[in-house]
């Protein structure tokens, strides 16, 4: 079952995020998106496009490999 992936790039995303010390304020207005809207996204409740990614990963300043990387979320 997958979905334990979808988690553990939810919570790469909300690490890199907390690591920046970005809000999820942040995250949601450079993504054009409600606060809500993006804390589903880090709960891994919505699907989120590779597009969507992708936007992520940029405003993260980060590789997308590292937020799409779960072997290291897994141990955790």
Do not use: C, H, W
Not at 14 to 21: A, D, F, H, S, T
Not at 43 to 50: A, N, Q
Request: no cysteine.
């Amino acid at each position: 079952m997958p979905n334990y992936k979808v988690k553990a790039v939810a919570t790469n995303i909300r690490n890199k995020r907390e690591e920046l010390n970005y809000t999820q304020e942040y995250l949601a207005a450079k993504l054009s998106i409600s606060q809500n809207a993006y804390s589903k996204i880090e709960l891994g409740y919505t699907k989120i496009t590779v597009e969507r990614l992708f936007q992520i990963a940029e405003i993260l300043d980060t590789d997308l490999i590292e937020l799409i990387n779960t072997s290291e979320t897994e141990a955790a």
